[in-house]
């Protein structure tokens, strides 16, 4: 029977990869006893944007099985590594990215790592903001200092579940940088290879606004997966932003989506919505996907400045739900590239 359980999920397509779970590899266990189907799958990603959507598809296609009167679908997850990982240990580098400054670059980047730790991954925070290091404010440690292992290596501080480094616990507060592109160049290098990172399956990295020399040093330093564009949807920003998708794309860098944040404002009072800044604006970037639009939230700010990302301290606020959904949108796109190019039939059990 196990046979035609087996046969019967393999009619089921990973609906993002477009490839059946059987062949993908992702069926960790299939079994019947006593007419009930036991089915575990392992997802390409703990934050897996279309879980409902595989479970409902799985227990339907174990049902057709004759003598299945019932089913049991339980989930584990492994982030598939690409070919080449970034750095030792650490599957998928993502660089998230804007145009022009203040468009809430940082605050994206530090709800997407805390969303992504929520739902089960291993994820590790680098601002590489260095002249606007705001990370280790907005994950509350803004007076922890790093500091170096055993084997002389940075140690990443931890808070909410993310492995960080910021430039604000290397330096003393309120000093300002004024590095040079080559001191830059080295200090990324240093987060990146000499810090004890351990194993990651993302490590994010906040990158400074604009299209300068950290973000190049970044693109020639380590083999990214891709990056992430964050926009408001008014036209002064977008026209940074392109600016920001024409340096990804010169740098071969894979451009993984685009947020709009600030994209609406619902007055709290009234629930009347008002697009203050044009939503919907980021379409006008092109055929990029839309992995969310966040909403302008007096508690986004609010929760940053005390140190608790949004989507921890208010989970159910629209922006929360908007920020968490577009971390699992980011996680499903990193699987997409990842197994897009694979053999025809993988391990099987
Ligand atoms: N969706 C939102 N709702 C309300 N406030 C927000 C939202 N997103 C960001 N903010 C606030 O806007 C300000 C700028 O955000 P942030 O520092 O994340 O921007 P940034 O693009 O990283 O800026 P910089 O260019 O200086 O690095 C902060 O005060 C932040 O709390």
Redesign the pocket.
Known sequence: MRDALMAALSTVNDPELHRDLVSLGMIEHASVDAGVAHVKVNLTTPACPLKGQIEHDVRAAALTVPGVQEAVITFGAMVRPPAQPALPGVKHVLLVG?G???????????NLAASLAMDGARVGLLDA?VY?P?VAH?LGQSGAKVTANEERKMRPLDAHGVRFISMANLSPAGQALVWRGPMLHSAIQQFLKDAAWGDLDYLIV?L??GTGDVQLSLTQTIQVTGAVI?TTPQDVALIDATRALDMFRKASVPVLGVIE??SYFVAPDTGITYDIFGRGGSRKLGDHTLLGE????????QD??AGTPAVLAHPDSP?ALALRQAARALAGQVSVRTLAHLPDQLTVV
Do not use: H, Q, T
């Open positions: 804007s022009k400054g203040g468009v809430g670059k940082s605050s994206v980047a530090v903001d606007g705001s907005m906040d400074p606004p964050v944040n600030m966040i909403p302008l939230e007096v508690s986004v700010r940053a400045d922006a």
